[in-house]
């Protein structure tokens, strides 16, 4: 039996996820993407908080995004981590939720528009609660159907998973392409190199 036989799943799998990435990449909207980057030039040339937020798995992606974000010189945070600062009037939150009901970032979403802060939703969803009290909506393919139980947290406590592929993994995979795609744009019209990046990396690390 030949490793290629051994390991169908898992070469199905890959073939699968990366063609759908590659797929996705014609369905994104330039315009959603340019309003996004637009906002964030505005608050790098401000100096204006940057946070990020996701549960589960999209805050993982967040949290890769808010670090390349620092690494650009970016005023960046994610949420849930002690050391966040107050969020403002003109400050960004990036909120990244395939459903876009997640109730805890579409909560905190809420929060942050009472304060005037602008809002940049990152979903498949266009017509969620999340889209709908964003002001930047970056329409990202992934999610196939919502989940009956939408909230996160109610998911995990109940011992709901969803398939692997078909429906979450697809939307945080591309997102995180999509994402680390950005970084390099921004490097672009920021005229930061990858010297400038690793200059600003941390340089204690366990």
Not at 71 to 81: I, R
Not at 174 to 189: K, N, P
């Amino acid at each position: 039996m030949s490793a290629s036989t051994k390991l169908d799943k898992f070469f199905t799998a890959m073939r699968e996820i990366t063609s759908f990435i590659s797929s996705a990449i014609g369905l994104i909207r330039w315009y959603q993407v340019e309003q996004m980057i637009e906002t964030l030039l505005e608050a790098y040339k401000d100096q204006k908080i940057i946070l990020v937020m996701g549960a589960g798995r999209s805050g993982l992606v967040g949290r890769a995004f808010a670090m390349r974000l620092m690494h650009l010189g970016f005023n960046a945070y994610v949420l849930g981590d002690t050391i966040v600062p107050p969020v403002k009037e003109g400050d960004v939150v990036i909120a990244i939720s395939g459903s876009g009901r997640t109730q805890l970032i579409v909560t905190a979403a809420e929060a942050a528009k009472t304060v005037k802060a602008k809002v940049i939703a990152i979903t498949s969803f266009p017509d969620s609660p999340l889209a709908s009290i964003a002001d930047v909506v970056v329409e990202i393919p992934g999610r196939t159907k919502v989940s009956r139980m939408e909230d996160y947290f109610a998911r995990q406590i109940l011992g709901i998973h969803e398939p692997l592929a078909p429906l979450g993994t697809l939307f945080e995979d591309t997102a995180m392409v999509f994402l680390d795609a950005l970084i390099v744009e921004l490097m672009y019209r920021l005229e930061k190199s990858e010297e400038d990046l690793r200059n600003a990396h941390a340089n204690i690390e366990l």
